[in-house]
């Protein structure tokens, strides 16, 4: 059997002070009102299985109102092992254990990778360039552990130049040295996240066509230093370095690293219109559906086993082919978790199989 979650624990997490959930190896559906803490027993799964949350919260946001301490715990079992994987919140500090070893955020990734789909990610065509960079960051750093360094190294190294951008004596000397080294992780970021949007692009445009067969839907990399694909890792980093010797009066002007993968753009298109500026709303939510659906199978090709597909309130915000769609990858081996104010919006195949659990109901 491939590894699964079995079992999830939270204390003074969240909205909760006591909650055990014992999910069904196939579909489970958290249903209940609004604000009953459905979206924070997601979040805990999320951050037990990927090391980070979508709602990016301090420490403290984690501690129940009125506890000093908060506690998340997942058991995970397959493949003839057994992994207990337990999140502590304290002081101000999140720490993790993994078989009761202290681990940093990475010790947690990849065992069980998780895809969440959530009402924020709907608007993830028609919001800047940065949502739609870091989603492609952080499925990959769930994917490789080299990914997840190089993200890692490259913001700091931003951050860090940047800085001496904003000193009011520019050492053009260490300037220079940190253009090289940024130059260098940058470079190696590009050939990764291109690589991995390959993926990607292939599994969208199989995904998308099943929900809009009549539409052509496209997937590109836009970097600041031109073309990657078919260039080395040398080429991409001279360039880097060129384009940071001739913007350097702008920089330092503006006091930022103005070329780099962080200023690079994803760009869909919708039979080769920009689907940003063009796309419906339908069309515009298909395409992150598409994605989502994407991040499974691409999940599946390079770990071997699928993820733990979280899916947070998403139901209410599709239509019924699309709901359709995504439920569709359930059926299909895939341990899924959802939330949900209605059961109405699930198929009386989808509920059968399922296992149902009612949140904030005494």
């Not at 920089?251 to 962080?262: A, D, I, K």
Request: charged share 30%.
């Amino acid at each position: 059997m491939a590894m699964q979650l079995t079992h999830l624990t939270v204390r003074d997490f969240r909205s909760f002070e006591a909650y055990d959930l014992d999910p069904s190896p196939a579909t489970t559906i958290l249903v209940g009102r609004n604000a009953v803490g459905k979206t924070n027993l997601v979040e805990a799964l999320q951050l037990l299985t990927a090391g980070q949350s979508f709602r990016r919260p301090a420490p403290r946001d984690l501690v129940r109102e009125g506890a000093r301490a908060a506690m998340a715990a997942a058991r995970l079992e397959g493949e003839g092992r057994v992994v207990d994987i337990r999140l502590d919140v304290t002081g101000g500090k999140r720490s993790f254990k993994r078989n009761g070893k202290g681990v940093a955020a990475a010790g947690v990734r990849g065992i069980v990778p998780s895809v969440l789909f959530c009402p924020d990610h709907l608007d993830m065509v028609k919001r800047s360039a940065r949502v739609r960079r870091e989603a492609l960051d952080d499925f990959g750093m769930q994917l490789n552990e080299q990914y997840a360094k190089l993200v890692s190294a490259y913001a700091r190294s931003v951050e860090q130049r940047n800085a001496l951008l904003k000193e009011p004596v520019l050492d053009t000397g260490l300037l220079e040295a940190w253009d090289e080294s940024i130059a260098l992780t940058g470079a190696a970021l590009l050939q990764h996240r291109c690589a991995l949007l390959d993926r990607v692009r292939a599994h969208m445009a199989e995904a998308y066509a099943t929900i809009a067969p009549h539409e052509e839907i496209g997937v590109a990399y836009e970097a600041t230093v031109g073309p990657v694909e078919g260039a080395s890792r040398e080429e991409l980093a001279d360039r880097l370095v060129e384009a940071f010797r001739a913007r350097r009066e702008e920089e330092r002007r503006r006091g930022m690293t103005l070329t780099g993968p962080h200023r690079d753009e994803i760009v869909f298109t919708i039979d080769g219109r920009d689907a940003r500026a063009f796309g419906s709303q339908g069309q515009q939510r298909s395409v992150v559906l598409a994605w989502k659906m994407a991040e499974v199978r691409v999940t599946r090709d390079i770990l071997g086993r699928y993820p733990l597909l979280l899916l947070d309130d998403v139901m209410s915000e599709l239509d019924a082919s699309r709901r359709d769609a995504i439920m569709g990858i359930a059926e299909r081996s895939v341990q899924t978790v959802v939330t949900t104010t209605n059961l109405g919006y699930f198929s009386h195949e989808v509920l059968d199989g399922a296992k149902v659990v009612r949140i904030g109901d005494e």
